[in-house]
């Protein structure tokens, strides 16, 4: 059973930095793309950021390139989202995600079948 967990939210002022981690666990992790989305209170929940399984291409929202940095690591079953420049309107429960066929990435929710629980991230002004 796929299982992913995510740690590393919390309370920071706008323009600090914060990095979320998600260990995934319950198969090959590097045959999958990880996706990192968002949930304001009240809204949709959104895309953030992609990583595909092997040769690492990255993709982001416009709300946070040049901002946030997706990573990976297959040795660890880690992706990683560092988070640089934080705004108010980043305030959201993060999540990671991943698909389950391999070789599948996307930019939508729906295109992602596994879920963390989601950590909170909170930025005051």
């Known amino acids: 059973q796929v299982q992913l967990v995510e740690s590393g939210g919390g309370l920071v002022q706008a323009g600090g930095s914060l990095r979320l981690s998600c260990l995934a666990s319950?198969?090959?992790?590097?045959?999958?793309?990880m996706g990192w989305f968002r949930q304001a209170s009240g809204k949709e929940r959104e895309f953030v950021a992609a990583?595909?399984?092997?040769?690492?291409?990255?993709f982001y929202a416009n709300s946070v390139k040049g901002r946030f940095t997706i990573s990976r690591d297959n040795a660890k079953n880690t992706v990683s989202l560092q988070m640089n420049s934080l705004k108010p309107e980043d305030t959201a429960v993060y999540f990671c995600?991943?698909?389950?066929?391999?070789?599948?990435?996307?930019?939508?929710?729906?295109?992602?079948?596994?879920w963390g629980q989601g950590t909170q991230v909170t930025v005051s002004s």
């Open positions: 990583i595909r399984w092997n040769d690492y291409v990255t």
């Open positions: 995600a991943t698909p389950r066929s391999p070789w599948s990435w996307g930019t939508s929710p729906t295109e992602y079948d596994y």
């Open positions: 319950g198969r090959t992790f590097s045959n999958y793309a």
